[in-house]
Each structure stands twice: as structure tokens, then as C-alpha cells.
């Protein structure tokens, strides 16, 4: 990697870092909604930073087939939700504690099932010696993020859920359909950085 792409890709990161850090994420208080945690995983790839991403199996309770973040339910033996984060992590796609490094959380997402989800910008090891659990997750899917942040890529559209008419955002990404509270996510998290990188723009830091 030339040292154009290694100074492209460290401005990136430094940008994420204050686009998470520039205020506290808000923690829902919902005693009604089950918490959950999600870990928004970062990498560097070929001098680019790439979104992790998994696709659940057919064989889970909740949201078959589904293009996600790795991550799950909160359970009692969690000392907090990041620790729920990487636990899920470790067990869906056999990745270890010791490589991520977590940036900060950002809002709360509750979900139309329920759950309240509080997501973990990390910078995760890459490559990495992955281990799924095919009775979970069936195959990682690796997102350009450049992909995410061109609004032309976001789309709205229409689906029923419960009998509801309900209109959802997606990113359609090589056939992958990236929607609901992950699309959800993602577009809060690219507006985020936009916002952060026109500012340091505005102050010649571009």
C-alpha cells in the first residue's frame, strides 16, 4: 500500500474517531425492550475501510436470513452490553476480544421486534482467522464503506410487517439486501461522518 492510501485511510480513522466520540451515544430507557448489542466492525482492506457484516442463517430464532451486525441479546452473566457484543462475536463468528478496539458506542436502535440495540464502533484485526457457526451465521459479507456513504446507494422502500405498511431504508450491496435496523444504523452512523468530515473540510483539513 503507497503512502497516499496509507495517509487516506488514517484521515478516515481519525475522522470516525470524532465523528463517534463527538457526543455520548443515547442510551434508551425502555424497561419494555429486551437489550441487545451489536459490534459495528471496522477494517482496513487493500487501504480502504471496509463494514463487517454477517448473514444469519435460516436456523435462528429471529430474523432468518438477514444481513447483519454480529451481535445478540443481552444475557445476566454480561458485565455490560459491549461485553454482550463481543461475547456474541466470539461465539457466531469466532472473533477474539483481543483484536478489537472499540471507538465508542453510538444511539440506541430500538427495533420493531422489541429489542433495544446499542451499537459498538470497533476496528477489528484483518485478515483474521474467522470460525462462523454455521447454525447461526452462514458467510461475512465485506463492505466498501465508500459504498455506504454515496447517498445513491440508500434507497426507501415499502414492506408490511404485522399487517403494517412500513417504509424501510436498504443498501442493495453485490445481491446483498441491507436493511432494517442495520440499514438503519449504518445510514446514522455514515451521517455522522459526513457531518464530522465537513467540518474538518471547513477547517482546510480536507
Known sequence: MGRDAEARVERFWEILKSSVKARPGEILSKPELRPAAVLVPFFDKEGAPYLLLTKRSEGVQRHQGEIAFPGGCWESSDADLFETALRECREEIGLERNAVTLIGRLDDHETVTGFSVAPFVSIISYPYPFRLDFREITELIEVPFSFLMNPENCRLRTMLFRGTERTVRSYLYNGNDIW???????????????????????????
Do not use: P
Request: aromatic share 4%; charged share 30%.
Open 180 to 206: 432494517g435496523a442495520t440499514a438503519e444504523m449504518i445510514y446514522r452512523l455514515v451521517a455522522r461522518v459526513q457531518e464530522c468530515s465537513g467540518k474538518r473540510d471547513a477547517r482546510g483539513m480536507g
